[in-house]
């Protein structure tokens, strides 16, 4: 059985200034925490550097070696580390992976001005369920590396590539028709298509009028009762069904 060494008060305080965005945009790093979304790290292509768990968590899950630092915490360390109410066992210091180009996939998801981070990581995960490979967002959408955005992807966000851009400078170059989500439009049920973006905006604000400007289509959920709106992550899974699930 390996021996791990304990982590130093100077590696806690490493993890704790990791909690900030300001930090994480210095060192090119960011922090996963919880026993699900740290093993779907280790089985995806993302760079691991270090990981900080209880002893009793990385004798259980014995971690692969591939140069990645491992290092024992106790519960105490690990309740300072987190971004969370609630410790985790396990927490790993992770690369920011390169930016990549938005792939010409069957189906992509645009988000404008996404702010509430179980929204978008709940959007992740739909999306990961829904095949979709690739999240454009505006710039003023909230950050992918925000502790409670991972951990409501539920490890999606290994397989989910999320891009921050220009949503209109993209739109206006995208090849392939633009549905946009608002609340009154064509109902989603009526829509036959197999490829294009599914545009969601923010529950407080919905999408900009200039975004809105450019789409193709403007589609809508029909409401049956008398609820005002739809959480936009319950909107999109909906959408996503229709459109993807039951074409």
Same mark, same amino acid.
């Given at each position: 059985? #390996?021996?791990?060494?304990?982590?130093? #008060?100077? %590696?806690?305080?490493? @993890?704790?200034?990791l909690?900030?965005?300001?930090y994480?945009?210095?060192? &090119?790093q960011?922090v996963?925490?919880?026993t699900?979304?740290?093993?779907?790290?280790? !089985?995806? $292509?993302?760079?691991?550097?270090? *990981?900080? &768990?209880?002893?009793?968590? +990385?004798?259980? @899950?014995?971690?692969?070696?591939?140069?990645? %630092?491992? +290092?024992?915490?106790t519960?105490?360390?690990? !309740?300072?580390?987190?971004?969370?109410?609630?410790?985790?066992?396990?927490?790993?210091?992770?690369?920011?992976?390169?930016?990549?180009?938005?792939? $010409?996939?069957?189906?992509?998801?645009?988000?404008?001005?996404?702010?509430?981070? &179980?929204?978008?990581?709940? *959007?992740?995960? *739909?999306?990961?369920?829904?095949? *979709?490979?690739?999240i454009?967002?505006?710039?003023?959408?909230?950050?992918?590396?925000?502790?409670?955005?991972?951990?409501?992807?539920?490890?999606?966000?290994?397989?989910?590539?999320?891009?921050?851009?220009? +949503?209109?400078?993209?739109?206006?170059?995208?090849k392939?028709?633009?549905?946009?989500?608002?609340m009154?439009?064509?109902?989603v049920?009526?829509? %036959?298509? $197999?490829?294009?973006?599914?545009?969601? &905006?923010?529950?407080? !604000?919905?999408i900009?009028?200039?975004?809105?400007?450019?789409?193709?289509?403007?589609?809508?959920?029909?409401?049956?009762?008398?609820?005002?709106?739809?959480?936009?992550?319950?909107?999109?899974?909906i959408i996503?069904?229709?459109?993807?699930? !039951?074409?």
């Open positions: 059985m #390996a021996a791990y060494p304990n982590i130093s #008060a100077q %590696r806690v305080k490493y @993890f704790q200034s909690k900030l965005k300001k994480r945009q210095k060192y &090119g960011f996963v925490e919880g699900k979304s740290v093993l779907e790290l280790l !089985h995806s $292509d993302m760079l691991v550097e270090e *990981i900080a &768990g209880t002893l009793q968590w +990385l004798e259980e @899950f014995e971690t692969p070696s591939k140069g990645i %630092r491992t +290092l024992v915490a519960k105490d360390q690990l !309740h300072r580390m987190t971004a969370l109410k609630t410790a985790p066992p396990v927490m790993a210091v992770v690369k920011i992976p390169e930016k990549k180009e938005v792939q $010409d996939t069957n189906w992509i998801l645009g988000l404008d001005g996404i702010r509430d981070p &179980g929204n978008l990581g709940t *959007i992740i995960r *739909i999306a990961d369920w829904y095949g *979709i490979s690739d454009v967002c505006s710039e003023d959408t909230v950050e992918l590396f925000n502790q409670k955005v991972l951990t409501s992807t539920m490890g999606s966000f290994t397989r989910v590539n999320v891009h921050y851009l220009d +949503l209109n400078r993209f739109i206006e170059s995208y392939h028709q633009v549905l946009a989500c608002v009154t439009g064509k109902p049920y009526e829509i %036959r298509a $197999d490829k294009g973006m599914i545009l969601i &905006g923010s529950e407080s !604000h919905g900009s009028d200039n975004l809105l400007a450019l789409s193709s289509e403007r589609i809508t959920i029909p409401s049956v009762g008398k609820a005002e709106s739809l959480n936009a992550a319950v909107a999109t899974g996503c069904d229709r459109l993807i699930g !039951h074409p």
